[in-house]
């Protein structure tokens, strides 16, 4: 019997060596990085140039919660694998996940950037709104690039003396001159000069840092008060004197504070892969896969008569001027009669991008005073009628926004205009209020789509009476556009 049981003892003790020794070959089998997933940050980025798998990016890494840096990674460094740069931080085990961060990120020999969120960078980001988690995060900030040339002695912009460091070493390779090898292809040479002179007349720079602190995350869970329970008095059957009741303290509830969900991380957008240059033809594909694309002949007042690069630096709106708000092809039809070019046309159907858009630049438009400028024409006109007090649209009948008479007045300038009876114009159907509505969804989104391919700020959107003052005419209106940066 003992040597049953001794059989059996031994069966066990090599079954469990051997259950054991599979988890330890499992654990050693698995990645690197899902081993040290908890309490690290992956994050993407994207460098201007052109890279190779395994290329290394080294950068410094800024953790702000507001106007103070708090902790900082001066070592990490980025491998480019997949189109993309990726480091992962290992947080350190006094980090405090209950604070809310900005980061700075500096790469080497290249602009440093500040991002609140995913899709809050450089002068609008103001408010750290990073929100990290001990089980790992995971940031993908590849849709902004970072330009090159700030060489060491790095001093936060690309200036002259980056650019007389590149050309003295031009020919050298990466053994000799490192500092100087903006793209990592182990030589200096018009490449990386290109790079640095790209970012030079760009004005590109760091960030400036200029964070408040959030509001704090204070947790909202009330500790639960027990309540004393009154044992019965006992009365005598023979005195009915009842007993004095005992007020209960209150049961305080408590308000149980939602788990923190991560920030969405942000899907990179597609980018066409081709950069604007002089005298290129029609593009063949718009920079969106859900717009149409149809492109204007060269703008009539570009002397040149060829499609030139512009910087898109600002988004201008506009309305078509169509009394009967006909659609897209009607705005195309009458910019191509006229010889003029904007870049998209906007209705309650399709987004039209009716201009050439490149990854860094677009052609020149001329469809405003401001040269660097996307202008969006959208179906319609006189889209203040529409907006209420509260930029809510409604009816004309009944805006609050509108003073006695004014409806009429606004059809009376318009008939004028176009040489029409104002009797024609029927802006009191409702049908108005479902295009306006439609409309406005498509402008949102194509300014927020614009916002991130071109890295152009909130501030730099603006109405075409704004620019173009002497036409008189309010275009596309000081109420819609008001509205459309609140909800922008």
């Not at 992956?42 to 890279?51: L, M, P, S």
């Not at 969120?117 to 995060?137: K, L």
């Not at 009967?324 to 998209?344: D, E, H, Y």
């Amino acid at each position: 019997m003992s040597d049953n049981r001794t059989i059996t003892f031994a069966f066990y003790l090599v079954f469990g060596l051997f259950i054991l020794l599979l988890l330890i070959v499992y654990f050693v089998s698995l990645p690197l990085k899902s081993r040290a997933s908890a309490g690290t940050i992956t994050i993407k980025i994207q460098a201007q140039g052109n890279h190779k798998d395994n290329d290394q990016l080294g950068a410094q890494i800024d953790f702000y919660n507001g106007p103070d840096k708090v902790y900082e990674e001066p070592n990490a460094t980025f491998t480019y694998l997949n189109n993309t740069y990726t480091t992962d931080i290992v947080l350190p085990s006094d980090f405090n996940y209950q604070d809310r961060y900005a980061l700075f990120i500096k790469p080497e020999k290249h602009q440093g950037r500040i991002f609140c969120t995913t899709q809050v960078t450089g002068s609008i980001c103001t408010v750290p709104q990073f929100i990290f988690f001990a089980n790992g995060n995971s940031i993908d900030l590849s849709p902004f690039l970072f330009y090159a040339g700030d060489v060491l002695p790095a001093n936060g912009k690309i200036d002259a003396l980056d650019m007389s460091l590149i050309m003295k070493d031009l020919g050298k390779t990466a053994l000799e001159a490192q500092s100087t090898d903006l793209n990592n292809d182990q030589i200096v040479d018009v490449v990386d000069y290109s790079l640095a002179l790209y970012s030079l007349s760009h004005n590109i720079s760091d960030d400036q840092i200029k964070l408040i602190a959030p509001p704090p995350i204070t947790s909202s869970i009330q500790p639960i008060t027990p309540t004393d329970t009154a044992s019965p008095s006992p009365t005598l059957a023979s005195t009915p004197t009842p007993s004095p009741s005992v007020a209960p303290s209150p049961i305080v509830t408590p308000t149980l504070l939602p788990s923190p969900t991560p920030l969405p991380t942000a899907t990179p957008i597609p980018r066409l892969g081709k950069d604007c240059v002089n005298g290129t033809d029609k593009i063949t594909q718009s920079i969106n896969s859900d717009w149409e694309l149809n492109v204007l002949p060269i703008p009539y007042r570009d002397t040149n008569s060829q499609y030139r690069c512009v910087p898109a630096e600002h988004i201008v709106l506009h309305w078509s001027g169509s009394s009967s708000f006909r659609g897209n092809g009607a705005t195309w039809g009458t910019l191509n009669t006229r010889n003029r070019m904007c870049g998209l046309a906007i209705d309650n159907k399709e987004i039209l991008q009716m201009s050439n858009f490149y990854d860094d630049k677009v052609t020149w438009e001329g469809c405003s005073a401001l040269d660097n400028a996307i202008n969006i024409e959208i179906n319609g006109t006189q889209f203040d009628l529409w907006y209420n007090k509260a930029c809510q649209i409604v009816n004309p009948t009944s805006n609050n926004a509108l003073s006695s008479g004014e409806l009429e007045k606004k059809k009376q300038e318009t008939a004028t205009e176009y040489g029409i009876s104002p009797n024609v114009l029927d802006w009191e159907n409702e049908r108005y209020v479902s295009i306006m509505e439609e409309q406005e969804e498509r402008v949102l989104s194509a300014i927020q789509y614009l916002f991130m391919y071109y890295d152009i700020p909130k501030e730099n959107v603006t109405g075409h009476f704004n620019v173009d003052s002497g036409t008189g005419k309010p275009d596309p209106g000081p109420r819609f556009l008001e509205c459309i940066k609140k909800k922008l």
